[in-house]
């Protein structure tokens, strides 16, 4: 089954995914470094020509074809931090039996996909928003990655190995 990481922007899905799969040893899927391949475009590139809801219903075909591939009874799957924005999403992940939601403090994750203050960003919803905006935007999806995940890790005081550790003793 496969085991599927949740969690906002900047929290070290990615990160912790690659580890992960490596200790297990098995494959490893970044759903938007996977869009970007299968769409031959750019997360940015993809929201300024369909906008976040045409990239959501990308991004729920993506899971419902990563999930029901027997190949991928065993893979880390790393999922975007907005994939909960979309109920049908939720739903599918919900119904796995390995969700992990990674939780961090607002201000760290906004320091890793802030990069510094750089004024422009990879991820769209960056550019589109204020910190202030990006916060509101935080707390308004701990519920719902809540809702489609089986556990909740508190990833503050851990680095990327040790949360993989949990995840691998939990599992």
């Known amino acids: 089954m496969p085991i599927i990481l949740t969690g906002f922007m900047g929290v070290g899905k990615t990160t912790v995914g690659r580890i992960l799969a490596n200790k297990l040893g098995v494959p490893f899927v970044d759903m938007d470094y996977y869009i970007e391949a299968r769409q031959g475009q750019t997360i940015a590139e993809i929201f300024d020509q369909i906008g976040e809801s045409g990239f959501r219903l990308i991004e729920f075909q993506v899971l ?17 931090g907005g994939i909960i924005e979309t109920a049908e999403c939720r739903q599918l992940l919900a119904q796995q039996d390995q969700v992990f939601y990674l939780q961090d403090t607002f201000e760290t994750s906004w320091q890793r996909i802030n990069r510094g203050g750089r004024t422009q960003n990879d ?21 719902l990655y809540e809702e489609a995940s089986n556990y909740r890790l508190d990833v503050r005081q851990t680095d990327a190995h040790e949360t993989a550790e949990v995840i691998i003793k939990m599992g």
Not at 64 to 80: K, P, Q, R
Not at 135 to 140: L, P, Q, S
């Open 64 to 80: 419902t074809e990563l999930l029901e591939a027997d190949e991928n009874a065993s893979i880390v799957i790393s999922t975007g």
């Open 123 to 143: 991820r769209p919803l960056v550019n589109a928003n204020s910190k202030k905006q990006m916060a509101a935007k935080y707390e308004r999806r701990i519920p």
